[in-house]
């Protein structure tokens, strides 16, 4: 019954490597999201979707290329792994209802990124 | 000036006591706002939304100020499961851009 899963949930790879994250969500949702949250614990948006289009993209490097196939799935795939690369990855949910205050983002569990 | 600054703490705070959190935004034209609770090594969970008019959930109560561009969290009766970080959300309209704040953590001792 996981209501936002994200796959897998720890990566280690090196320097250089290619590598995918995905993410499904089950909750009908119309808003996906990537967050990395570095070592300082620090929070920060990467990416928004609704409906399969990109909506924000926080001047993230174009390393890192997020993918909607649909609605319910939001992966990211990243070239080239760098040191500074290693974060945990949240991905997200939420409905948009336009003219609500209420946008709960419901997050997966993350992934624990390590770049050697 | 970051967009959302809170107070990183720790508050070290014993059983039942009072614990209170602000937290400031730069951008005037927010129009959601939330604490989210993130325990060690988890994900983000909603706490609860912020409205103008002030809300209150149990031990939890929270305020905007919208002129003074200001958030707090009031927790009443302090519990050891409430150590956590306590992160400070803002949104556009929409919820696309989504703004967490660094955090404050807190410790509840025995």
């Known amino acids: 019954d996981t209501a936002v899963s994200q796959t897998p949930k720890y990566l280690v790879t090196q320097m250089g490597n290619d590598k995918s994250i995905k993410c499904e969500q089950n909750?009908?949702?119309?808003?996906m999201y990537w967050y990395k949250q570095d070592s300082k614990k620090f929070l920060k948006i990467m990416f928004s979707?609704?409906?399969?289009?990109?909506?924000i993209n926080e001047t993230v490097p174009n390393r890192f290329s997020p993918k909607s196939p649909d609605k319910a799935h939001l992966n990211l795939h990243i070239n080239s792994l760098e040191l500074g690369d290693s974060a945990v990855y949240f991905c997200?949910?939420?409905?948009?209802?336009?003219?609500?205050?209420?946008?709960?983002?419901?997050f997966g569990p993350g992934t624990r990124l390590t770049v050697t | 000036r970051k967009e959302v600054e809170q107070d990183p703490g720790p508050f070290n705070v014993p059983e039942g006591a009072t614990v209170a959190f602000n937290c400031t935004y730069s951008?005037?034209?927010?129009?959601?706002f939330f604490w989210y609770r993130q325990d060690c090594r988890k994900e983000p969970k909603l706490l609860m939304s912020?409205?103008?008019s002030g809300n209150e959930d149990g031990r939890f109560t929270a305020q905007l100020n919208r002129a003074s561009q200001y958030i707090s969290l009031l927790i009443r009766d302090s519990k050891l499961s409430d150590s956590a970080t306590y992160l400070c959300?803002?949104?556009?309209?929409?919820?696309?851009?989504?703004?967490f704040g660094a955090g404050t953590r807190l410790f509840v001792k025995a």
């Open positions: 951008n005037s034209a927010s129009q959601s």
């Open positions: 997200a949910s939420s409905h948009t209802e336009w003219g609500s205050s209420t946008y709960e983002q419901y």
């Open positions: 909750l009908g949702h119309d808003t």
């Open positions: 959300v803002v949104s556009n309209t929409g919820g696309f851009k989504t703004i």
């Open positions: 979707y609704n409906n399969k289009e990109l909506i």
């Open positions: 912020v409205y103008s």
